[in-house]
């Protein structure tokens, strides 16, 4: 514990490493796990009291419980339902699509170097491409139909997963490799023993990454080529100013993504326990 005798010629960033290293483990994942959550829920009181009081105009800001009761409504319709799963259909299939061989990739690249200096240059030429631009090269050849949609995520989930799971194998130290090799461990057991759980929690870094980047997508393309879809569901509500419906999609888009966000951090703190331990 540091006293105060103990602060002399230590600047303002050193002591509160000191004072966060002080704090109990268990306390700093209470403080991590509700303080995010005490600052929505004082900027949702904030909102509603600002709507109430008129410092808000309630059409272009609706208030917070309107926003709810419009949520329950569309629940209740089912419209909500139907866009809602629209939209997760073409993450999960964009997903499985372009992060499934994105990861095989990254791993045969990380693992085999001449694939990865064969491949490294078509990597950085089409990496740094806006993928979302891809988008009309892809209705031309897909249609505009579903397939292009999931084609058009899968691409831009593809790149995530393919660089984090190669750096993910080039950060293993060479010395795992020479103890396999030592040992006689055929490539299977090196790829299961070494490969995997090594560059596992980078892969969990892409995964994070693509599944953010197949939501926005799908939101993204939902709003200018999609019948159904939550995208869609803004569509329709900016056209015809029904601005809680508006509220009411993007609410339900933001707890798909923190959702997503929090299945990847308790699936990390499963897989990888001892790199959770090390970012507490």
Same mark, same amino acid.
């Given at each position: 514990?540091a006293?105060?005798?103990d602060v002399?010629?230590?600047?303002?960033?050193?002591?509160?490493?000191?004072?966060?290293?002080?704090?109990?483990?268990?306390?700093?994942?209470?403080?991590?796990?509700?303080?995010?959550?005490?600052?929505?829920?004082?900027t949702?009181?904030?909102?509603?009291w600002?709507?109430?009081?008129?410092?808000?105009?309630?059409?272009?800001?609706p208030?917070p419980?309107?926003?709810?009761?419009?949520?329950?409504?569309?629940?209740?319709?089912?419209? !909500?339902?139907?866009?809602?799963?629209?939209?997760?259909?073409?993450v999960?299939l964009?997903?499985?699509?372009?992060g499934?061989?994105?990861?095989? !990739?990254?791993?045969?690249?990380?693992?085999?170097?001449?694939?990865?200096?064969a491949?490294?240059?078509?990597? @950085?030429?089409?990496?740094p491409?806006?993928?979302?631009?891809?988008?009309?090269?892809?209705?031309?050849?897909?249609?505009?139909?579903e397939?292009s949609?999931v084609?058009a995520?899968?691409?831009?989930?593809?790149?995530?997963m393919?660089?984090?799971?190669?750096?993910?194998?080039?950060?293993?130290?060479?010395?795992h490799?020479?103890?396999?090799?030592n040992?006689?461990?055929?490539?299977?057991?090196?790829l299961?023993?070494?490969?995997?759980p090594?560059?596992?929690?980078?892969? !969990?870094?892409? @995964?994070?990454?693509?599944?953010?980047i197949?939501?926005l997508?799908?939101?993204?393309?939902?709003?200018?080529?999609?019948?159904?879809?939550?995208?869609?569901?803004?569509?329709? @509500?900016?056209?015809?100013?029904?601005t809680?419906?508006?509220? @009411?999609?993007?609410?339900?888009?933001?707890?798909?993504?923190?959702g997503?966000?929090?299945i990847?951090?308790?699936?990390?703190?499963?897989?990888?326990?001892?790199?959770a331990?090390?970012?507490?």
């Amino acid at each position: 514990m540091a006293h105060l005798g103990d602060v002399g010629g230590r600047g303002p960033q050193e002591l509160m490493d000191t004072f966060v290293r002080d704090i109990p483990s268990q306390a700093r994942w209470r403080l991590r796990s509700w303080l995010p959550m005490a600052i929505v829920v004082c900027t949702l009181l904030v909102w509603e009291w600002s709507v109430r009081s008129g410092w808000l105009s309630p059409l272009f800001f609706p208030a917070p419980s309107v926003v709810v009761l419009t949520i329950g409504r569309l629940v209740g319709s089912g419209e !909500l339902v139907v866009h809602a799963r629209a939209t997760l259909v073409r993450v999960v299939l964009g997903l499985v699509l372009g992060g499934v061989p994105g990861l095989l !990739l990254g791993l045969a690249m990380g693992w085999w170097r001449p694939l990865r200096e064969a491949l490294d240059p078509l990597v @950085a030429a089409a990496h740094p491409l806006p993928k979302i631009a891809v988008l009309p090269l892809i209705m031309i050849i897909f249609g505009i139909g579903e397939s292009s949609k999931v084609v058009a995520v899968a691409v831009g989930t593809f790149f995530p997963m393919l660089i984090n799971s190669m750096a993910g194998v080039r950060q293993i130290s060479p010395i795992h490799f020479e103890v396999a090799k030592n040992y006689g461990a055929s490539p299977f057991k090196v790829l299961t023993r070494v490969i995997v759980p090594g560059s596992l929690p980078l892969v !969990l870094v892409g @995964a994070r990454l693509a599944l953010n980047i197949a939501l926005l997508f799908t939101i993204a393309i939902e709003l200018v080529s999609a019948r159904e879809g939550l995208g869609e569901m803004i569509w329709l @509500a900016w056209q015809t100013l029904r601005t809680e419906e508006l509220y @009411a999609s993007l609410a339900v888009i933001g707890a798909l993504g923190v959702g997503f966000n929090l299945i990847l951090q308790f699936s990390a703190r499963r897989l990888v326990p001892w790199h959770a331990e090390r970012e507490d």
